[in-house]
């Protein structure tokens, strides 16, 4: 077996020994809580139809913008924990820009998309600062920024928001419909399926990602950086400087990932806008070892389990946190199989070196004796 297909077969039985483990884990926990495992899993790992399909693909596009985010500091080897802080500080200020309204159509969109990276970019950048100026770890004051700027969204919403008639519901100002990103059709049905439009923003983020992390001097030496610091100092790489880079980075993606549902389909931030996706992120970002066509898998999946969780109290009778249970085990198992994997293609390589040199040396013996 060459080296190539030994390490693509070696990828390709991590992920596989992952799920196994991952299936019979939560099969056990439905056992002991005294719950249908047959019926579980038949409407977790049933074929989504019509609209659940678009509600995959819109709630995999914020995971997987949470993800890359949370995937560029684990590059560097920074844990940014406060992805859900600083996407929800981005947002609002988006949503306060784009409603005022300041710029024309489209203008007026990008203005807001570039406001929400800056912001997103700023507030990681703290946490950026004081890792490489005080040795400050990233993920404490990255939590502590969490906390910081969820009573800093609250208190300015308070102050800029406008109150819905008839309700207790507080939001900023409606985004005007000429600088919303339009949904596109999947489907034409019954029913009509739409995903986000900021999909394909997200795509490009991707690729984006990829392409500076493995193509560019940049990139190379964040991952040098976060490989070795020892050896990004002998390289003349100022690891100070692409700590702070590294987090500016990975705060300005952050900034995108409120943005699909603020610009697609709420339309305004308001004290129900959607919060938790920071953390998702990390855990998908993980799944995906942090590979931008990996994260996407690993959004792919969360999204559909969430969508698939929705009917299981329902249908079932057992409470869709079972979803949650799994998707830990599924990160938790993941990490380990790939560090097994790891240590048996380690082991293999060094066996097949070892057998090589026998090789060498008997035919030495041969050719001397010859």
Wanted: proline residues 3%; contains cysteine.
């Amino acid at each position: 077996m060459s080296g190539r297909t030994l390490k693509f077969v070696l990828a390709l039985t991590a992920p596989v020994l992952a799920l196994i483990a991952a299936f019979a884990i939560t099969s056990l926990v439905l056992i002991v809580a005294g719950d249908p495992v047959i019926e579980v899993w038949d409407q977790l790992l049933s074929i989504p139809q019509g609209r659940n399909v678009g509600n995959i693909i819109d709630n995999a596009t914020v995971l997987y913008l949470s993800g890359l985010a949370a995937a560029v500091g684990f590059r560097m080897n920074l844990f940014n924990i406060g992805v859900d802080g600083q996407y929800r500080i981005a947002a609002f200020v988006a949503a306060v820009v784009a409603g005022e309204a300041w710029l024309p159509g489209y203008l007026n969109t990008a203005l807001a998309v570039v406001c929400a990276m800056a912001v997103g970019a700023l507030w990681a950048g703290i946490a950026g600062v004081l890792r490489a100026t005080r040795g400050v770890s990233e993920v404490i004051s990255t939590i502590m920024l969490n906390f910081i700027a969820t009573g800093l969204v609250a208190y300015l919403l308070r102050k800029a928001a406008v109150r819905e008639p008839g309700s207790n519901v507080i939001g900023t100002k409606e985004i005007p419909e000429g600088s919303r990103i339009p949904n596109f059709t999947i489907s034409e049905g019954p029913p009509v399926v739409h995903v986000y439009g900021f999909l394909v923003i997200a795509i490009l983020v991707g690729f984006l990602y990829w392409f500076v992390l493995n193509k560019t001097r940049f990139g190379f030496d964040l991952r040098a950086t976060g490989s070795s610091t020892t050896a990004a100092v002998a390289s003349g790489i100022s690891v100070k400087k692409m700590t702070i880079a590294a987090m500016l980075l990975s705060g300005a993606v952050a900034g995108l990932v409120g943005l699909p549902i603020l610009l697609g389909s709420s339309y305004a931030y308001g004290s129900t806008f959607q919060s938790g996706l920071g953390f998702a992120g990390i855990a998908i970002a993980l799944l995906g070892r942090n590979h931008a066509v990996g994260v996407a898998v690993g959004a792919l999946l969360f999204a559909y389990l969430n969508e698939q969780s929705n009917p299981l109290q329902i249908v079932v009778g057992v409470s869709p946190q079972i979803v949650a249970i799994t998707q830990g085990v599924i990160v938790l198992t993941v990490v380990v199989s790939y560090e097994l994997v790891r240590r048996y293609g380690v082991r293999l390589e060094q066996q097949l070196v070892a057998r090589a040199l026998e090789q060498e040396r008997e035919q030495d013996k041969k050719e001397a004796t010859a």
